[in-house]
């Protein structure tokens, strides 16, 4: 696993009066030059192989004196060793005549283990200051001329610590990093090497085998003539130092052989591909690596390596603001996850169009093309889907990521139960505090074996090759997920199965089964299908997300003059509980262009502002606008008398607890309320500014930007990245009405 150092602070450096860098390098050299760029205070020592190397250095200004490994190391306090990692040993022991307990060592090599091995030999275990590192940055270039001052800013840094290491050895260590600029990790050695083996040592192996391969031909000159822009960024790192990838291949040989035999067989498939022209298979290769490669960089973009952690977004929205125009909100999100699934389990093509391009429904997307479906886009809305059958998925290589969505979550957890093979279903931070028992649970009464966290959470391990059986289930709480799940299982039960919700839910899934040819009987409030059927793939059009564009009506509602049309909205009868909830508060929003897309019913949505009134929310509409509650908690803010809400505690186990979420945002603002176990009571009223904390929940987000347009004073809201998940445009569409938030982003 991964994890962020503990925290420590740049401060703990200015105590240190000498560092030592053995090695001066371009990495070693960048150090140097990075400390002096930062002001760093004390003496920068430098001891290289390279006397001229070392001249250059102190002409350069970014070393203050040199000399031998020993000399140079009576003085220092920090010693940082930049040297190939099989030359490593040689200056440890060239060290140990100086070598004392208030020393710290730590090193740069790309491979951990040779590098603990070496330090092993010399002084026969791991001493509690030496405190191993990797920084991930570098450059083909060499030498000292090479130097950075910022190569290592907005980087990770790994730390190898063991558990004998002092804290102050580390916490020195992860401040040199830092104050370069750095985000310090920490990992266990043989999980740094097993990732950077095929993270870096890989590319770089193929980089160099591929240019030489290619020096080697008759035709080499006009080869390189006329190679074009990807052939130089692919090769750029054959340029490397040779000598420390030489030592680097060498030092981490097993990992990187396992990579290698991987990358042979995914090649292997491909030639396979190519020789019987399988146009399907090279589409599914393709497609599932060009996205990965754009899905996984914004991911990084805004995460710590490997740890999947989004960087800090507030939101400031400055209070006021005008709601007036026409737009159209991003494609519903249920439907975009429900599309994709049974497209894919289906036989033939599935054209979808109005496909929602969030976070959530890229990681469904992502986890098919993982799973040997081919998959073109999304291009503006639109995804074409190659299915595979029923019985066509193939295991994929690792973990499914399904982010922020627990309707991927559950949903997935219902199709994968039935399918020959092991997965797991894991997802980001936030998701992975969430109950999953609700659809753990009947999956097992159905024959699924699976595995979940302490506490019935993610990640979710499901073991393939059950015999599903159809069952008769009672939802003890109304969820359309957790309906969706059992139904989606009972695709490949045998027999009969049937679930029966308490109050009625969105039905999309029933209705799109139906569409794809699946005979789903819907009595009331029970659902029956037979397993053992096909699904036939054809056109979608997903109709725009009533949930996103709630926060929109809720603004045109509370604001003079507003004047909004939301284009081509779903009014699925069991997702419109926000405009009734809305209407009965007396707000005025009128159903214009009514017509049916695919089975769905849609509208363009015409609402002005108006003075709402505060009511007793109908318990039959809570599960007809679930997922709207946060914004319609800020109509009740703005509401003349008590708005009551009860009967809704599914709010408490959504990506955070939005009943108390809102309640603790509200306090801040001056908004008078009553948190009790299954609801709220809100009485509207004027209120201010402050700020508030959505914890990661997107709705709770764009619920108090939403609040501004009426607040007396900026509300800024905290920890905002997860808007992207739902609705990755809301700012440009707010922007485009009038409202005025703006983003600003920061590390964590």
């Not at 043989?190 to 193929?206: G, I, Q």
């Not at 000598?243 to 680097?248: A, G, K, P």
């Not at 992502?366 to 999304?378: H, K, N, S």
């Not at 109304?478 to 919700?501: F, H, I, N, P, W």
Request: some cysteine; proline content about 4%; overall charge negative.
């Amino acid at each position: 696993m991964t994890s962020a150092a503990p925290a420590s602070t740049p401060r703990v450096l200015e105590h240190t009066d000498s560092i030592l860098i053995i090695g001066l390098g371009m990495i070693g050299a960048s150090i140097a030059a990075g400390l002096k760029a930062q002001g760093f205070k004390g003496r920068i020592l430098a001891s290289d192989a390279c006397h001229d190397e070392l001249e250059v250095g102190r002409s350069m200004g970014i070393i203050d004196a040199f000399g031998s490994i020993e000399a140079m190391g009576r003085e220092a306090d920090l010693i940082v060793v930049c040297v190939p990692v099989l030359a490593v040993e040689q200056v440890l022991r060239a060290l140990t005549p100086v070598w004392h307990d208030a020393l710290v060592l730590t090193d740069v090599g790309s491979t951990k283990a040779a590098v603990r091995e070496s330090v092993c030999r010399v002084f026969g275990h791991v001493p509690d200051n030496v405190v191993l590192g990797h920084p991930i940055a570098g450059s083909e270039k060499s030498g000292v001329k090479a130097a950075n001052p910022t190569l290592y800013a907005n980087h990770n840094v790994i730390l190898t610590p063991e558990a004998t290491n002092r804290s102050e050895a580390f916490e020195l260590v992860a401040s040199l990093w830092q104050r370069l600029g750095a985000q310090v990790l920490s990992m266990s050695v043989e999980h740094h090497d097993d990732v950077l083996a095929r993270t870096s040592h890989l590319p770089h192996f193929l980089a160099f085998s591929l240019v030489d391969t290619l020096a080697r031909q008759d035709e080499r000159l006009e080869i390189f003539q006329y190679a074009a822009g990807g052939f130089r960024d692919f090769t750029r790192i054959a340029g490397s130092d040779p000598v420390m990838w030489r030592d680097v291949f060498m030092a981490n040989k097993t990992a990187v052989l396992d990579a290698l035999d991987e990358f042979e067989q995914g090649v292997a498939r491909l030639r396979c591909a190519v020789e019987s022209s399988d146009g399907d298979a090279m589409l599914s290769i393709f497609s599932r690596a060009s996205h990965a490669r754009h899905y996984f960089e914004t991911l990084l973009n805004q995460s710590s390596y490997q740890s999947m952690e989004q960087r800090s977004i507030t939101y400031r929205a400055q209070a006021g603001g005008a709601v007036e125009g026409r737009i159209r909100v991003p494609g519903d999100k249920s439907m975009s996850h429900r599309a994709i699934m049974l497209g894919a389990l289906a036989d033939g093509v599935t054209q979808v169009d109005g496909f929602l391009e969030g976070e959530d429904s890229l990681a469904t997307l992502q986890a098919f093309r993982e799973m040997g479906v081919a998959i073109e886009g999304p291009d503006q809305g639109r995804v074409v889907i190659h299915g595979v059958g029923l019985h066509g998925l193939k295991k994929p290589d690792g973990p499914l990521y399904v982010g922020n969505s627990g309707t991927a979550m559950r949903l997935f957890a219902g199709l994968l139960a039935g399918q020959e093979f092991d997965t797991e279903l894991t997802g980001d931070a936030s998701l992975t505090k969430r109950p999953m028992g609700r659809v753990v649970d009947p999956l097992r009464l159905m024959g699924a074996h699976i595995e979940s966290a302490e506490g019935g959470r993610p990640p979710l391990t499901i073991r393939g090759g059950q015999a599903l059986k159809g069952i008769d289930y009672e939802l003890p709480m109304a969820s359309a997920q957790v309906k969706s799940c059992v139904l989606l299982a009972g695709l490949y039960a045998d027999g009969e199965t049937r679930v029966t919700e308490p109050a009625p839910t969105r039905d999309h899934t029933e209705r799109m089964l139906n569409g794809f040819g699946f005979a789903v009987d819907k009595q009331g409030p029970v659902a029956t299908l037979h397993g053992g059927g096909t699904l036939r793939g054809g056109p979608i059009d997903v109709p725009a997300d009533i949930s996103s564009a709630a926060f929109f009506l809720v603004a045109a509602s509370i604001t003079p003059n507003a004047d909004l049309v939301l284009e081509h909205v779903g009014i699925n009868p069991t997702r419109v509980g926000v405009i009734n909830i809305l209407k009965a508060m007396g707000a005025d929003i009128t159903l214009e262009n009514q017509h049916e897309v695919g089975g769905e019913p849609v509208a363009d949505l015409h609402v002005r502002h108006a003075r709402l009134k505060g009511i007793d929310i109908p318990e039959d509409q809570v599960p007809l606008a679930i997922d709207e509650f946060p914004v319609l908690f800020i109509a009740a803010a703005n509401a003349e008398g008590m708005t009551r809400l009860r009967g809704a505690e599914e709010l408490r186990v959504k990506e955070s607890d939005r009943i108390q979420a809102m309640a603790d945002g509200m306090a801040v603002l001056g908004i008078e309320h009553t948190v009790v176990d299954d609801g709220i009571d809100i009485v509207g009223g004027k209120y201010g500014g402050g700020v508030v904390d959505s914890l990661g929940d997107h709705r709770i987000a764009m619920a108090f930007a939403v609040a501004a347009l009426n607040a007396s004073e900026t509300i800024s809201i905290r920890d905002c990245a997860n808007v992207a998940t739902s609705f990755p445009n809301f700012l440009e569409l707010a922007e485009r009405l009038g409202m005025r938030i703006s983003a600003e982003e920061s590390d964590e």
